[in-house]
């Protein structure tokens, strides 16, 4: 039976390092604040006006490429998933295209918002396009650039304090060997809680999203003001232009959805826990890892963590987390690995693949 394997990998992060104490010289925060709530200890940032979602995301699928033994040529479908994309339209996915010089071969660029679980969305897609026979070479990509969009004031801290920057990739490619490759994938959602965890402004809701939140929110404009309802002056002036979360409800929600699909999807590949040789979990906050390690009983060498060091990279976390796993000699030939995200929408899912 055809299946997709991952055929190579590949990872990029920025070279500036941003330590807690960096950005205690800009909000009122404590490096012990930090890691006692995330795990936290450093993040990396990239650098304006040189770096941006898309040129990392061309240096990590750039080492995928090559690990997968082919020619950037020979890519015939791309998948990209972020939530900071360099343009608001077009997508990234075109914007990769032209960044690795493949433009001539009209392959398909595919653009995922579904953030946290983006790479998970974007592995499914193209494991299906694999399955089914329709391409040889998917690049699924997750890349992020957080720090040119973060309010970095007391105001911001909570969220501020946890994102970081980088890219990571994967190339698919069809394989026959038994027990090989992607075994099952799970995806879900449930947008209930939308406004928990959103980047609501600037965009086209006109202040109908106000339905939904806990407090309603006026954002100063009246009906003439039809120019100004994308952004407005009041937007600008508060601060209104920058993410939200409610961190503690998101928590809830993740330890509950994390071990829920990681269960489904090794039922779904006829396993158990006691068959995972390594968990990559999305890196959202060292606290929930933790208790999804404790809930499903695995051991230390288990699971793997870094967001100690690039904080929560969202889209990019779980290929990158992956990657050095990799490289590190934690993922090897023939061991059973579940990959699992939660995040913004709520969105949430898992899949399970036999290295």
Same mark, same amino acid.
């Given at each position: ?13 920025p ?7 960096d950005?205690?010289?800009v ?16 993040r ?5 006006h040189?770096?941006?979602t898309?040129?990392m995301?061309?240096?990590?699928? $750039?080492? =995928?490429?090559?690990? #997968?033994? !082919? ?7 791309i998948?990209?998933a972020? %939530? ?25 660029a595919?653009d995922?918002r579904n ?48 994102f ?11 394989t ?8 099952s ?6 947008? $209930?809680? =939308?406004?928990?965890? #959103?980047? !609501?402004?600037p ?6 999203h106000?339905?939904? %939140?806990?407090e309603?929110?006026?954002y ?9 309802m ?16 409610d ?46 390690q404790?809930?499903l009983?695995l ?17 990019a ?10 490289? #590190?000699?934690?993922v ?20 399970v693949l036999?290295?």
């Amino acid at each position: 039976m055809l299946r997709s394997k991952i055929g190579g990998i590949g990872y990029y992060v920025p070279e500036k390092v941003v330590t807690n104490h960096d950005l205690t010289k800009v909000m009122d925060t404590s490096d012990e604040w930090i890691q006692e709530r995330t795990g936290i200890l450093e993040r990396r940032y990239g650098k304006k006006h040189e770096e941006t979602t898309t040129s990392m995301a061309a240096r990590a699928s $750039t080492v =995928a490429i090559e690990r #997968a033994g !082919i020619q950037k040529e020979e890519v015939d479908f791309i998948i990209f998933a972020t %939530l900071s994309p360099d343009y608001y339209f077009p997508g990234c996915g075109v914007l990769l295209q032209r960044e690795l010089g493949i433009t001539n071969t009209a392959a398909g660029a595919l653009d995922i918002r579904n953030q946290c679980s983006g790479f998970l969305y974007g592995l499914t897609v193209g494991d299906q396009f694999i399955r089914t026979g329709m391409y040889k070479n998917v690049l699924v990509v997750g890349a992020e650039m957080h720090s040119m969009g973060l309010d970095f004031t007391t105001r911001g801290r909570n969220v501020t304090v946890i994102f970081g920057d980088g890219a990571g990739a994967v190339v698919l490619q069809p394989t026959e060997e038994e027990n090989k490759g992607i075994l099952s994938t799970c995806l879900h959602s449930d947008g $209930t809680y =939308a406004e928990k965890l #959103a980047f !609501i402004n600037p965009g086209a809701h006109g202040g109908y999203h106000a339905k939904y %939140l806990e407090e309603p929110a006026d954002y100063g404009y009246s009906d003439a003001e039809y120019g100004e309802m994308f952004i407005t002056q009041r937007m600008i002036d508060e601060g209104m232009l920058f993410p939200y979360m409610d961190g503690p409800f998101v928590f809830k929600m993740a330890v509950q959805k994390f071990p829920e699909v990681i269960i489904e999807a090794l039922d779904k590949a006829g396993l158990q826990k006691e068959d995972l040789d390594m968990v990559i979990p999305h890196q959202a906050n060292l606290r929930i890892s933790q208790f999804v390690q404790k809930r499903l009983g695995l051991r230390d060498s288990q699971i793997w963590n870094n967001i100690q060091k690039f904080g929560n990279t969202t889209a990019a976390s779980v290929p990158i987390a992956l990657c050095e796993a990799y490289e #590190a000699g934690a993922v090897k030939p023939g061991d059973l690995v579940c990959l699992a995200a939660f995040g913004s929408g709520f969105t949430w899912g898992a899949a399970v693949l036999r290295w």
